[in-house]
Structure formats: structure tokens, C-alpha cells
């Protein structure tokens, strides 16, 4: 490893994976939030709806049939977006870390030589990335199951 003593170069650098990382997931994130709001914004709307009209009531259950499948099928967009970004977001920040260039993380043509030079590297960090995730996220839903344990969550995080 380097030797971490140019905190300044190393800021700038975490600055500009920083900003690639929220440009490129941008696009899933706001896919997800559009399909949360689809699915809440007529689940609040509902509350202001006259309960004694039969009318009402069918436009009602129709705003929230149309909020809940119109707000999974953004999810579905956006969970896809993000697996998508799952898979070429390492080409993407080995690249402008190599380039030291926040402009090198929208040069399409540069991460296809990258990523055909190492392909098995790149699978690999992909492959133990998610393991480690799914570890993780087994290992919360192991401190949930008692309530001793849920009170230790918030320092671990």
C-alpha cells in the first residue's frame, strides 16, 4: 500500500470517486424513490377521500392499485439500474483512479480495454463484494431476532 501521507491528493481522489459513484447511481436512486412515493403518496391521499361515497371509494382503490404497480414496476427499474451499476461501477472507479481524472469516468471506450485486460479480477471483487454484503446483511437479521441484541445494532453500525 501507499503510504499515507498526501492527505490532500487522496481527498481530492476520494472527491471524484465520490462523484462519479452519485452521478452514475443517481438515475437507480431516483427510479427507487419515484416507486416509494407512487406507492405512499396514495396511501396518505386516501385519508382525505369521503368514506360514505361509493365513487370516492372507487377512485381510491384505483389510485392505489395504480400507485402500488406503478411504484414496483420503478423498483423493478431501478433494482435493475443498480445491478447494472453493480457490475461496471469497479471498471468505472479503477479508471478514474488510475487516471487520477474525474473526466476518465465517462470515457466508455477506455473501461472496455480495462475490463477485457481483467475480466477474472473484476468478477472476482464483484462476486466477494456481494458475498460480503449478504454476510452482512445476514448477520443484521441475526441481531434483530432478539431484543438484547437490537439494542447493540446502533453501536455496530
Known amino acids: 500500500m501507499p503510504e499515507w501521507n498526501d492527505w490532500d491528493k487522496m481527498l481530492k481522489l476520494g472527491l471524484k470517486l465520490g462523484g462519479a459513484t452519485f452521478i452514475y447511481s443517481f438515475p437507480a436512486f431516483l427510479a427507487i424513490l419515484i416507486g416509494y412515493a407512487g406507492m405512499m403518496v396514495p396511501a396518505f391521499l386516501a385519508s382525505s377521500y369521503d368514506s360514505n361515497s361509493y365513487r370516492a371509494l372507487n377512485q381510491m382503490i384505483g389510485l392505489q392499485l395504480a400507485g402500488m404497480f406503478g411504484g414496483m ?85
Open 73 to 157: 414496476e420503478c423498483f423493478g427499474v431501478g433494482l435493475f439500474l443498480a445491478l447494472a451499476l453493480w457490475a461496471v461501477l469497479p471498471v468505472v472507479l479503477s479508471h478514474v483512479a488510475a487516471t487520477n481524472s474525474f473526466s476518465a469516468a465517462f470515457h466508455i471506450k477506455d473501461w472496455w480495454k480495462i475490463l477485457r485486460a481483467n475480466i477474472g479480477g473484476f468478477l472476482i471483487s464483484i462476486i466477494l463484494i456481494g458475498g460480503l454484503y449478504m454476510a452482512l446483511m445476514l448477520a443484521t437479521q441475526i441481531l434483530y431476532l432478539t431484543i438484547i441484541l437490537c439494542i447493540v445494532i446502533p453501536f455496530l453500525f
